[in-house]
């Protein structure tokens, strides 16, 4: 069975079409990359995922049941921003999940809870190098360390699937080697399945198992809000060549001037 | 030459430049009292500082002839404990209402346009509503003080909580947070420093009650005090009251803004991050 099922998915806000007849069967522990121009959909379709949207028609099912209509720890989310929590240090920030569920009314752990639960961060943090920041602010970290912060505190959690927004969106090029790297190690490790949005089709075309594009087929240049994006390639990494690239980056016009521009803007935004 | 705009003051030029209009408005203020007792020595409006030294001396040294009490002290406790009773509800008031109509949609939709008509109300109109419900006693002045600043103490958490990024807010119902988790670990916790920072903005409106409440019915207190001397013109009490209640609310806003950067460290690296 496959762990996550879309169904003709849709999705409509007041008279604009978002999605339509999004059909996707994923397996447990693939990595999807998720690829598209701006405005086709995939954020919409990543919360779903979450459980803050739900679809305006078809079928999302999670393990051959009704999506969750809200986010739960099965769950875990990196945003491009503000994924970490600015009032706790870097190894509180990773411990709150530990905490929340040990403690129900207060939240927080003591004594001997309190040390496991700061050796098993530790350990996490570890593996993604933030060791040497444990009694930091966020706001002393740089944005690449934000981010590993914020993947380390969502897979303390051992969620089933992890969904990432653009995680990487705001970081310099050399940074994102470095990330790269730190998350297809952990997603070796932990076996966890990955959702992960990207504007960089590189980036989708050698990062986990699997490139979904999201794009519109149909396009009505009087009504551009008439019709919804459909996922229009659904490629195994791997089996991708030149070829196929040019062919999503003609389509989806992803061409490298939008991608420079767009990480301009975000370095702009970013810090 | 470098523009105006681009010129900036050394440490010590800028300290003078900042004592500058403090010294000029006592040597103002010295010059004309000369003028007019030079003219009148009787000239209550503009005293000398020998006496208005001899007036604070008489109120903060010499204990009243009527009551035994050091007159300047026992002023300052009673407005004081007012004051504090006041702020501390409001403050409680607004962080509890301003989170749950902040955070939690129900909660907002039934009671904020009641806040919001609430907070329209001039406070000193129902200040006669307070004496007659609550008598003359400690109770209205505290209650005036309340009604005046928590509207807007609640209406300011309720945004600073929204303002909060929504990332968070999910980020921890995927760590498994319940609503009452998110308010005790994420919410309440950011909201204190901004609270703070709301506390000291209505420190200004919270003194005002508190003086008009004490010059319309009390038997003791800073305000009542400046306005029971009113009556025969006594400038060298009423000066000296003016200066210290201005003193006190700006010892209580450097002491709250020096607690809220010891207690949250963190609180204003964020904003700088954010911007």
């Not at chain 1, 739900?54 to 720890?73: H, I, R, T, V, Y």
């Amino acid at each position: 069975m496959s762990l996550i099922e879309a169904q003709n998915v849709g999705k409509v806000y007041g008279d604009s079409i978002v999605l339509e007849r999004v059909n996707l069967k994923v397996k447990e522990g693939e990595f999807c990359t998720l690829v598209g121009a701006s405005g086709c959909g995939k954020t919409t379709f990543l919360k779903m995922l979450l459980g803050t949207e739900q679809p305006s028609s078809g079928k999302l099912m999670l393990n051959g049941k009704q999506f969750p209509q809200e986010p739960d720890q099965d769950r875990g989310i990196v945003f491009q921003r503000y994924s970490v929590f600015p009032h706790l240090t870097v190894l509180q920030n990773v411990m709150l999940g530990e905490e929340l569920a040990g403690s129900k009314f207060l939240g927080r752990l003591f004594g001997a809870a309190r040390t496991r639960a700061k050796e098993n961060a530790k350990a996490i943090l570890e593996s993604v190098g933030l060791t040497h920041a444990l009694d930091k602010y966020p706001a002393e970290l740089s944005g690449g360390m934000q981010q590993r912060l914020a993947i380390a505190q969502s897979l303390i959690k051992k969620p089933k699937i992890l969904l990432l927004d653009e995680p990487f969106g705001a970081l310099d090029p050399g940074i994102r080697a470095d990330m790269h790297e730190l998350i297809l190690d952990l997603w070796k490790q932990t076996q966890v399945t990955i959702f992960m949005i990207t504007h960089d089709l590189k980036e989708g075309f050698y990062l986990g198992t699997r490139l979904l594009v999201f794009d519109k087929t149909r396009h009505d240049p009087e009504f551009p809000n008439a019709y919804g994006a459909q996922i229009t390639y659904d490629i195994p990494v791997g089996k991708t060549d030149k070829r196929i690239y040019e062919e999503i980056n003609q389509a989806t016009h992803l061409d490298p001037v939008d991608l420079k521009i767009k990480a301009e803007k975000n370095a702009a935004m970013g810090n | 030459m470098k523009r105006l705009i681009n010129q900036q003051p050394g440490k010590v030029l800028a300290a003078w430049l900042g004592v500058l209009p403090f010294v000029i408005v006592v040597v103002i203020y010295l010059v004309a009292s000369d003028m007019r007792l030079a003219e009148n020595p009787d000239d209550k409006l503009l005293p000398s500082l020998q006496s208005i030294g001899d007036s604070v001396a008489r109120l903060a040294l010499e204990p009243s002839k009527r009551t035994g009490e050091l007159v300047l002290w026992a002023d300052t406790i009673s407005s004081l404990v007012r004051l504090g009773l006041g702020i501390g509800i409001s403050a409680l008031i607004g962080l509890m209402f301003g989170i749950a109509t902040g955070a939690i949609p129900y909660v907002r939709a039934n009671l904020s346009p009641f806040i919001t008509a609430i907070s329209m109300i001039p406070p000193m109109a129902i200040l006669p509503i307070l004496f007659i419900v609550f008598g003359l006693g400690e109770l209205s002045k505290v209650v005036l003080i309340v009604i005046g600043i928590t509207p807007f103490l609640i209406r300011d958490m309720q945004l600073r909580v929204r303002e909060l990024p929504s990332e968070q807010i999910i980020k921890a119902q995927s760590l498994g947070a319940s609503t009452w988790q998110v308010v005790i670990r994420v919410i309440l916790p950011q909201i204190l420093p901004r609270l703070i920072n709301a506390v000291r903005l209505s420190l200004g409106p919270a003194w005002l009650f508190l003086i008009a409440a004490e010059a319309i019915a009390s038997t003791d207190g800073l305000g009542y005090r400046i306005f029971l001397v009113r009556r025969y013109l006594a400038m060298d009490v009423i000066l000296p009251y003016v200066v210290w209640i201005t003193f006190l609310a700006f010892l209580m806003d450097v002491l709250l803004r020096v607690a809220s950067a010891k207690l949250f460290p963190w609180y204003g690296r964020t904003e700088g991050a954010k911007a």
